[in-house]
């Protein structure tokens, strides 16, 4: 069963070549293996230049192109290449199964030096970024094409297409391939520093460079390297970058790589990687495949002069300053420019049809030889016709006679013999052909000034194919009666496949294939309206996978868009024909239910949604068990609009996911009430954290032993002017799903560890502080560099700041997470777990991370005495930390009761009422005094 899943995995991850190349079995088959995934801009051109290289032309034979994704973009996983290439030996067994194999990037030239080697026993060719990846090491039947990096030939193009330049600004980020290609840069522009004013700029911040951009001096041209990474550590799309850049700044913007030019307002320049880098390696390929000496072993690839011309009408820069051979990009021709030949074909045209109404005048006046004149220039006439357009047919109507012109007839595959009147009539599709004939019996009855239709036509193989038809009649009775006739058709199947072909894909999620939210939304006004006329109801609900986060960065995106693929197949065997199920983005999906009696009918199908979400998924060999969260609005109850009735399913799914999730709630008043009084706080929240009106109170921390204050813990306390409180389990969950919750924390931390800094310092020996840390803040980047900062600026020593956190982020358990616990430790900050016994409590993630404290929920402390199962889980909670050498903390202690029983138990520290409530800070300093 195993090896059939790997089987299923390589198959989508190794698209078959298709049906187009079904005949090509003996052509050579080159492997790609990309280090990226499909969508990357840079990954699209290449694939774009290496079809078109391996594509059948008269010189050369077709290559079976086959492209391999890997999805290491940041990183090389070896355990996902592991996988896939077990699943590459079940499909291809042992045998070699390519002529030659393409490496794109480290991660994929890892990849084959490790698992990949026995693919081919063919040439192997690597693409190497120049000044970026190491030098690959010289081996037969091998060979390395190298990106030039054309940045001196770009500059002085650049300078000579705007001679006013005085200053030229060279920007790239600080990934560390952004820095060896600053690096190149400096070297290669040396000499320009005589010339112009040239200055090297570093992405320190994205968004703060931006705003400098919009006020750039005049005289100013921009030179865009590439920027993975500012110097905040945040990730960076260069081509997105490159069109910010493009938007925000009022200078010229020249770069060197393709991928930016595409998607950009870039110039231009002497630009590599892109599709002509693709064309390059399909030579080269084909070349060692022939035999052919292909050349040195390390080759440069060249990086061609490439321009926009829509950029260059911009800036004013005309085509004579253009570097010689360049290319330009979206170029604009003039009206004449673009329609030469037709003009040029057209006037051939009426000189031709000129010169035989001349000769037919001329022969009028000849009496014999009228007929024979006359049956001539009617040869002729048909012959002009056929050759102004494709399918020609002419019908006249005083004879009952039709002449179909070759063309005409090779489209629809007949001999070359018919022309019967009724034949067209015969062809046209039975569907369309009521339509089509009122069409031309409207024109022929002087209706409309010509005929004009789109429809199918039957071929004599019984194939279809779509046409256009225009024709007008030439000539009328005195009374108006049509005497003849003349119309063109031309074969529009290719043209109209791929309009219905994009049609799809605008409305259909590429992924599962299921309705996107724009067909949705036409799907559900239609509803609304049959079901306003009908008396019908309408359910929609928002549907959301569970943890969905957790499968992706554990698993892998591949195995989280299986999975996703998966849920959708599972859910449509329980829908009826007349239901939509959509895909929203990520794990969200929208169900429609349209002509439904009751709420009842809706929660029926939801139920059996559950039920069918408890059973696990097989994917990668592994059982995965998934729960989905679902809300619920009804037409007319809740909204009888598209965007009210989604809003509505989407405040229900919120609702069930802060109940607990794996379940599903219909809408109701009183949670529009509870939204709002939450958009009501967001507001509010922003002014209080400027106005000072949110700070930390701090809540005594006691030796249990001893009796002895040894720290507190910072509390976050909102009291507005009139003296109303809010408490902290209504503020924070706000804080954190409105984005307040790092700005909350950062002040937080600052502030703690700047009045435990003061204490030190005040009573000469030092408090300990711990600050509760969201789990949203563990989720983003940075935050081990954000308390090392505050550290160093409030001068509080690392072991003297305790980080509390609760176990749903070490159930997470993701890079970022392990990265940052691990950080955090390696400064001295200990660690702890809070309410623990309340979630997971987990004794794996005790072990795998570096915590220093377990801290016992209040809930437990407050049933000590009462609660025979509460006294045993407190006590062995105390002994777990012990063992694993753990401090442990009781919460909640209210009652000299729980003192000594906690105490009895051998419990390290407790706070709580029976001890002292929080303190603002300046009494909590009066409270160290005393004690």
Not at 412 to 428: C, F, Q, S, V, Y
Request: aromatic fraction near 6%.
């Amino acid at each position: 069963m195993l090896r059939l899943r790997l089987l299923l995995l390589a198959c989508l991850v190794l698209p078959s070549f298709g049906a187009a190349h079904a005949d090509t079995s003996s052509a050579a088959r080159v492997l790609t293996i990309f280090f990226g995934h499909r969508d990357t801009p840079y990954e699209v051109l290449l694939e774009e230049g290496l079809r078109a290289g391996f594509k059948h032309s008269a010189d050369h034979a077709a290559i079976r192109f086959e492209p391999l994704y890997l999805d290491m973009t940041g990183h090389y996983r070896p355990d996902q290449a592991r996988l896939l290439n077990q699943a590459l030996r079940l499909k291809y067994g042992e045998a070699p199964p390519f002529d030659a194999v393409i490496l794109n990037g480290l991660s994929a030239r890892r990849f084959h030096a490790e698992h990949g080697a026995w693919l081919s026993t063919g040439p192997v060719i690597q693409i190497e970024g120049d000044f970026i990846d190491p030098p690959i090491e010289d081996a037969p039947n091998r060979f390395t094409l190298r990106h030039t990096l054309a940045i001196a030939e770009t500059a002085h193009a650049a300078l000579t297409m705007l001679p006013d330049t005085r200053a030229l600004w060279v920007i790239a980020g600080t990934g560390r391939g952004d820095m060896a290609v600053l690096a190149a840069a400096r070297e290669q522009l040396a000499a320009l520093s005589k010339q112009v004013d040239l200055r090297f700029i570093e992405v320190d911040d994205a968004e703060a460079l931006l705003d400098a951009l919009r006020t750039t001096p005049a005289g100013t041209t921009l030179l865009y390297l590439r920027a993975t990474r500012d110097g905040t550590g945040r990730r960076i799309i260069p081509a997105e970058f490159g069109e910010r850049i493009g938007e925000v700044a009022n200078a010229p913007m020249f770069c060197i790589y393709e991928t930016v030019l595409q998607n950009s307002r870039c110039i231009g320049g002497n630009v590599s990687v892109g599709r002509h880098t693709g064309h390059t390696v399909a030579a080269l390929t084909r070349q060692a495949l022939q035999g052919d000496t292909p050349g040195p072993s390390v080759q440069r690839m060249p990086a061609p002069p490439r321009y926009q011309w829509p950029q260059l009408q911009r800036w004013h820069i005309p085509r004579a300053r253009l570097p010689a051979g360049a290319v330009l990009i979206d170029d604009t021709p003039t009206l004449y420019e673009r329609y030469t030949a037709q003009v040029w074909g057209t006037l051939a045209a009426l000189a031709l049809l000129s010169a035989a109404l001349l000769g037919l005048m001329w022969t009028m006046g000849l009496y014999r030889k009228q007929r024979d004149t006359l049956a001539e220039f009617e040869q002729r006439w048909h012959l002009a016709l056929d050759s102004a357009g494709q399918g020609v047919w002419d019908l006249d109507l005083r004879r009952d006679a039709a002449f179909y012109a070759p063309g005409w007839q090779a489209m629809l595959g007949l001999d070359g013999t018919a022309n019967d009147p009724g034949i067209r009539e015969a062809h046209i599709h039975p569907t369309d052909r009521p339509r089509v004939m009122s069409l031309l019996q409207q024109h022929l009855s002087g209706r409309t000034p010509h005929f004009d239709s789109h429809h199918r036509m039957l071929r004599a193989d019984d194939s279809i194919i779509w046409v256009r038809e225009r024709g007008q009649v030439v000539r009328r009775s005195p009374s108006g009666e049509p005497l003849r006739f003349i119309a063109t058709m031309q074969d529009i199947t290719e043209q109209r496949l791929a309009q219905e072909h994009i049609r799809h894909m605008a409305t259909h999620d590429t992924l599962t294939g299921l309705p996107n939210r724009t067909l949705l939304a036409d799907r559900l006004e239609r509803a609304i309206t049959r079901a306003r006329r009908m008396k019908h109801r309408v359910a929609v609900i928002f549907l959301d996978l569970d943890h969905f986060k957790t499968v992706n960065d554990t698993l892998g995106h591949p195995v989280g868009d299986l999975l996703l693929i998966a849920v959708a197949g599972r859910m449509m065997p329980h829908l009826r024909e007349t239901d939509t199920i959509s895909r929203q983005g990520g794990d969200e999906f929208v169900i429609l239910l349209p002509e439904l009696q009751n709420a009842s009918d809706a929660a029926h199908v939801c139920d059996k949604l559950l039920r069918e979400m408890d059973e696990p998924v097989a994917l990668d060999g592994r059982s995965l068990r998934i729960s989905v969260s679902m809300g619920v609005a009804m037409f007319p109850d809740d909204g009888e609009t598209v965007e009210t009735l989604l809003q509505k399913a989407d405040v229900a799914l919120y609702q069930v996911k802060n109940s607990g999730r794996g379940d599903y709630r219909f809408f109701s008043t009183e949670m529009n009430r509870e939204l709002e009084n939450q958009f009501d706080l967001e507001a509010r929240m922003g002014p209080a954290l400027r106005d000072g009106r949110i700070r930390l109170w701090y809540q005594p921390q006691f030796d249990l032993a001893s009796g002895a204050l040894l720290g507190a813990e910072a509390l976050a306390r909102w009291i507005e002017p009139d003296g109303t409180a809010i408490p902290p389990d209504t503020f924070i969950p706000v804080a954190e799903k409105f984005g307040h919750i790092q700005r909350l924390g950062e002040l937080a931390l600052r502030a703690a560890c700047t009045e435990a800094a003061g204490w030190a310092q005040t009573l000469g020996r030092p408090i300990p502080v711990s600050v509760n840390l969201s789990a949203v803040q563990f989720r983003r980047p940075g935050l081990t560099e954000q308390v090392r900062t505050v550290l160093h600026d409030t001068g509080l020593a690392p072991a003297q700041l305790v980080i509390e956190i609760t176990e749903s982020v070490l159930m997470e358990d993701n890079i970022t997470t392990r990265e940052t616990l691990a950080g955090l430790a390696s400064l001295g900050v200990a660690l702890s777990v809070d309410d623990f016994g309340t979630g997971y409590s987990s004794l794996a993630y005790l072990k795998r991370f570096p915590v220093n404290h377990l801290k016992i929920d209040r809930a437990f402390v407050a049933d000590l005495g009462c609660d025979p199962d509460s006294d045993t889980i407190v006590r062995t909670i105390v002994q777990l930390g012990h063992n694993l050498g753990l401090q442990v903390i009781a919460e909640g202690v209210e009652t000299a009761a729980q003192q000594a029983q906690l105490r009895g138990y051998g419990c390290d520290i407790g706070q709580g009422y029976w001890y002292h409530p929080a303190l603002p800070p300046e009494r909590f300093l009066q409270l160290l005094r005393q004690s």
